[in-house]
């Protein structure tokens, strides 16, 4: 994906998010997408409802901004986007925000269970985990995240203590779907559990879901 590519999904991903509610009442989030191996574009500052041509940075996944601009604030969470790209060679796109309700479930320090069908069809096949509280960017913060997406390769979002919710997938239109999605799976839990609870899917799930996607994957209208 080039830059420009790369500014437009990334734009489109904000708004579809602003306009869901995804961002929650401040407008604050962090996008990015992958360049090449070792470059990312991000936005280069908090409030992201209204994001332009001139709202972004090139930066290199060890952290070196090579064109444009990252406000302070936003710099302490480079290492936070770049490490996950270091980590996982197919994510391309990768979005930090406050969705409310995945938020609920990090202030709880409660995953996110995989019982509601559409997420599987996102590729999760873990619980979205709870890395431990530690300051925002920081070294403790990056490597709680870095130690789950290396061990657990279902995992395509984590939520962070005390914090919000961090999801990666192939694409920022991709992420933005997977984080739609997750922020619905959690408001249904959280429903779910007024009346008896949340219920596992059957162990083949899984299975049976990728099974049925490469059928109609090649079956013609």
């Known amino acids: 994906m080039n830059a420009q590519e790369a500014k437009k999904e990334l734009m489109q991903a904000a708004n579809a998010l602003r306009d869901a509610g995804l961002m929650f009442r401040g407008h604050h989030a962090n996008l990015s997408a992958r360049l090449t191996d070792d470059t990312m574009l991000m936005t280069r500052g908090g409030n992201v409802a209204n994001l332009d041509e001139n709202s972004f940075a090139v930066i290199r996944t060890d952290g070196t901004v090579l064109e444009g601009e990252v406000m302070p604030a936003q710099a302490e969470i480079i290492q936070m986007h770049a490490a996950v790209y270091r980590a996982r060679a197919d994510v391309g796109g990768i979005i930090h925000t406050h969705a409310p309700h995945a938020t609920a479930f990090a ?15 996102f590729g999760m096949t873990e619980p979205a985990p709870v890395i431990p509280w530690a300051p925002r960017g ?14 657990k390769p279902g995992v395509s979002a984590v939520l962070l203590a005390n914090h919000g919710v961090l999801a990666f997938s192939k694409t920022p239109s991709d992420t933005a779907q997977l984080l739609s999605t997750l922020d619905e799976g959690a408001e249904l839990i959280l429903a779910a559990r007024l009346i008896g609870g949340e219920k596992p899917l059957p162990a083949q799930a899984f299975a049976q879901i990728e099974e049925r996607k490469r059928e109609f994957a090649g079956a013609k209208a």
Do not use: C
């Not at 202030?107 to 069809?121: F, G």
């Not at 920081?138 to 061990?151: L, R």
């Open 107 to 121: 202030l709880a320090h409660e995953p996110i269970p995989v019982v509601y069908e559409p997420l599987m069809r």
């Open 138 to 151: 920081s070294d403790a913060s990056v490597q709680g995240i870095v130690d789950a997406v290396k061990t």
